[in-house]
């Protein structure tokens, strides 16, 4: 994997300028889970992503504009509860445009309103998505608006989201692993990341990728986040949704493996793998300057 990485990622012209490097739009957070946009949103960062825009409930967009120095934050209306509103749809909708990909989920909430919203864009957005987290809850029971967004749709679901949303049972082994991960993307046209040990990336046309990076350490609160984050922004930089995603699990499992021996798998957070994402993209020489 890391000499595919090595060969479609080139080293950056010296005439580059930041909208060569896509516009990504994360919608994320609510109250009480603003951390979750903050790790979506150094994740696209750390991964190469030219701009990144921050959309957030406006309940929450204070303490989100304070500590991102680096992201653009965006408020958008919010329901009481500090959540975004179904109401913002259109102003996303407007905003969202001229975005290259939208990812959405980390901490948004399972709120009634919030989750029609999502149901709402993945029907109407063209440009690729990712959804993670209460992205993916808002599916359950509403599988069939994926078919609205054809091979558009990254999902990255752990093994307890994958089985809420399509049922059946789901052992540890790899080889069942691929197989429920195969037929659910080809069923649904979707592209599908199955996190957890030796994380399986399905496309729509059968291609299966198992990876190899990655430990136990990274079974932590906020590790997801970044993930959404790091894909979306390989997307930003027009790598194809099934490079994104391949790409993407090898460099963020690879981040949280140099993490681990620096600091050991027990002590390990997710801004930790925020912290080793320029190491494990240097060690693939993504980053050289020619």
Known sequence: MKKNIRRKLKARPKT??????????????????????????????????????????????????????????????S????????????????????????????????????QKLILKMIAAFKQPLVIDADGLNALKGHLDVLKKAGRRAILTPHPGEFKRLFGGRLSDKTLERKKRANQVAKKYGIYLVLKGHQTVVAAPDGQVYVNSTGNPGMATGGSGDVLTGVIAALIGQKFSLWDAACFGVYLHGL???????????VSLVAGDILDYLPEAIRSCNLSKIE
């Open 255 to 265: 981040a949280g493996d140099l993490a681990a021996r620096k600091i050991g798998q």
């Open 79 to 114: 329901t009481p509860q500090g959540t975004l509103a179904l109401q913002s749809f259109r102003a996303i909708d407007r905003f969202s445009g001229n975005q290259d990909v939208i990812a959405f989920g980390p901490g948004l909430s399972t709120q009634s309103s919030t």
């Open 16 to 77: 580059s300028h930041k909208g060569d490097f896509g516009r990504v739009f994360i919608l994320a957070g609510s109250k009480g889970l603003a951390g979750a946009a903050h790790l979506a949103a150094m994740g696209a960062l750390r991964s190469g992503a030219g701009l990144v825009t921050l959309g957030v409930p406006e309940k929450v967009y204070t303490v989100l504009a304070r500590r991102e120095a680096e992201v653009m934050v965006k408020p958008f209306t």
